[in-house]
């Protein structure tokens, strides 16, 4: 099979396409962009449009930038166009909302790829990647301390100036933010025993309470994904510590769309219509600032209690991720190999294959399965 070369399985086949060959996988890097493959050609395909097994899905998401294409999908009516009614619920992070995707409260989660790995490494949920929802690109997500801090850098930050680890704000522990934090330290030469990691106290949003704490000076740090990193920027004059976006994390993938194996497999023309219709959303997301801009706002910060002048100035100075339109196996396999690194695969040998978590079954992803 030629790289890029979709097989198909029967006569189902999702839009988003797997483009690197199994047999190929260890020989292949990522070309980082959202819309190329370097040498490898992507296709892309209508998928199966047969009746709708369900009609009306709930997806919960973290209301983050990193969800813009499920926003604009929804906000443009593409959803609906393709005969689909999706309710788009917040949550505060891929592991809070695992619960309510196995109990069918949720049909389909995005987040980000760290919880639902580890979720399916442990056992907990049987669940299959969908699609790649989003690249982190620079300014994207970066460390932050307010400003009079006697943390100005990374150095700093592994020795704190007060003779005490510093605490850093994460939304959830053993997830994507210890991943971040502790390769940003380990690449300058430091480790993430050198710092505390702290979630936020209290009920809501997550990022929304490490603002608070932020500036109440009960953390000394915070990890924060736009738009809250503007938010901190803007609101209290949070100082950018260190950017993600560099050495090992430089284009990292880090949201994801998944459902439980069970419903995947049994919803393919619904998937497939989800899909199409995101795909459009992921497209306008990375060729219009203008419509991203007013789905965060809309879905993002006003419903956190800015007013629109606030809302739109938030969105006009944040930084955006990129929003791939295809799932490149070598750069999702950077998620495992990064949390192996990292002690978030607890009990396995070698870091986890991202190739088990896709879906091989007909009216999913476009490729033979292994073996």
Same mark, same amino acid.
């Given at each position: 099979?030629?790289?890029?070369?979709?097989?198909?399985?029967?006569?189902?086949?999702?839009?988003?396409?797997?483009?690197?060959?199994?047999?190929?996988?260890?020989?292949?890097?990522?070309?980082?962009? &959202?819309?190329? *493959?370097?040498?490898?050609?992507?296709?892309?395909?209508?998928?199966?449009?047969?009746?709708?097994?369900?009609?009306?899905?709930?997806?919960?998401?973290?209301?983050?930038?990193?969800?813009?294409?499920?926003?604009?999908?929804?906000?443009?009516?593409?959803?609906?166009?393709?005969?689909?009614?999706?309710?788009?619920?917040?949550?505060?992070?891929?592991?809070?909302?695992?619960?309510?995707?196995?109990?069918?409260?949720?049909?389909?989660?995005?987040?980000?790829?760290?919880?639902?790995?580890?979720?399916?490494?442990?056992?907990?949920?049987?669940?299959?990647?969908?699609?790649?929802?989003?690249?982190?690109?620079?300014?994207? %997500?970066?460390?932050?301390?307010?400003?009079?801090?006697?943390?100005?850098?990374?150095?700093?930050?592994?020795?704190?100036?007060?003779?005490?680890?510093?605490?850093?704000?994460?939304?959830?522990?053993?997830?994507?933010? %210890?991943?971040?934090?502790?390769?940003?330290?380990?690449?300058?030469?430091?480790?993430? &025993?050198?710092?505390?990691?702290?979630?936020?106290?209290?009920?809501?949003?997550?990022?929304?309470?490490?603002?608070?704490?932020?500036?109440?000076?009960?953390?000394?740090?915070?990890?924060?994904?736009?738009?809250?990193?503007?938010?901190?920027?803007?609101?209290?004059?949070?100082?950018?510590?260190?950017?993600?976006?560099?050495?090992? *994390?430089?284009?990292?993938?880090?949201?994801?769309?998944?459902?439980?194996?069970?419903?995947?497999? &049994?919803?393919?023309?619904?998937?497939?219509?989800?899909?199409?219709?995101?795909?459009?959303?992921? %497209?306008?997301?990375?060729?219009?600032?203008?419509?991203?801009?007013?789905?965060?706002?809309?879905?993002?910060?006003?419903?956190?209690?800015?007013?629109?002048?606030?809302?739109?100035?938030?969105?006009?100075? *944040?930084?955006?991720?990129?929003?791939?339109?295809?799932?490149?196996?070598?750069?999702? %396999?950077?998620?495992?190999?990064?949390?192996?690194?990292?002690?978030?695969?607890?009990?396995?040998?070698?870091?986890?294959?991202?190739?088990?978590?896709?879906?091989?079954?007909?009216?999913?992803?476009? *490729?033979?399965?292994?073996?």
């Amino acid at each position: 099979m030629l790289i890029g070369q979709p097989n198909r399985i029967g006569k189902l086949i999702y839009p988003l396409i797997v483009a690197v060959a199994l047999a190929t996988l260890s020989a292949c890097t990522s070309s980082g962009s &959202s819309d190329s *493959m370097g040498a490898a050609g992507t296709v892309a395909m209508p998928g199966p449009t047969g009746a709708l097994e369900q009609s009306t899905i709930t997806v919960e998401a973290v209301p983050t930038a990193d969800e813009a294409g499920l926003y604009i999908a929804s906000d443009l009516g593409y959803f609906a166009q393709g005969g689909l009614t999706v309710k788009i619920a917040p949550t505060g992070g891929g592991e809070l909302a695992i619960p309510d995707l196995t109990s069918g409260k949720a049909d389909i989660v995005a987040g980000n790829y760290v919880s639902f790995v580890q979720a399916q490494i442990s056992r907990k949920a049987d669940l299959r990647i969908i699609a790649n929802g989003s690249l982190m690109q620079p300014g994207n %997500q970066a460390v932050y301390v307010m400003p009079g801090s006697k943390i100005k850098t990374v150095a700093a930050l592994a020795s704190h100036p007060g003779g005490h680890k510093a605490k850093i704000g994460v939304n959830t522990l053993n997830n994507i933010g %210890q991943l971040l934090i502790g390769s940003l330290l380990q690449d300058q030469g430091y480790s993430l &025993s050198d710092v505390s990691l702290v979630p936020p106290t209290g009920k809501g949003n997550p990022f929304a309470l490490l603002l608070s704490e932020l500036s109440s000076g009960a953390i000394d740090a915070a990890w924060l994904p736009e738009p809250f990193a503007t938010i901190a920027q803007q609101n209290f004059g949070a100082v950018k510590v260190a950017d993600f976006d560099q050495g090992s *994390m430089q284009n990292f993938p880090i949201g994801t769309y998944i459902g439980t194996t069970k419903w995947v497999t &049994s919803h393919p023309n619904t998937i497939a219509a989800f899909l199409r219709a995101l795909q459009r959303g992921q %497209q306008t997301a990375d060729t219009n600032r203008g419509q991203v801009e007013s789905s965060l706002i809309k879905n993002t910060l006003l419903p956190n209690g800015m007013n629109k002048a606030q809302a739109s100035q938030i969105a006009a100075l *944040m930084t955006l991720n990129s929003y791939p339109l295809i799932m490149d196996v070598p750069t999702l %396999q950077r998620v495992s190999d990064s949390m192996f690194a990292f002690n978030l695969e607890s009990g396995l040998p070698k870091p986890y294959s991202m190739t088990s978590m896709i879906q091989w079954e007909p009216g999913t992803i476009g *490729m033979s399965p292994p073996g």
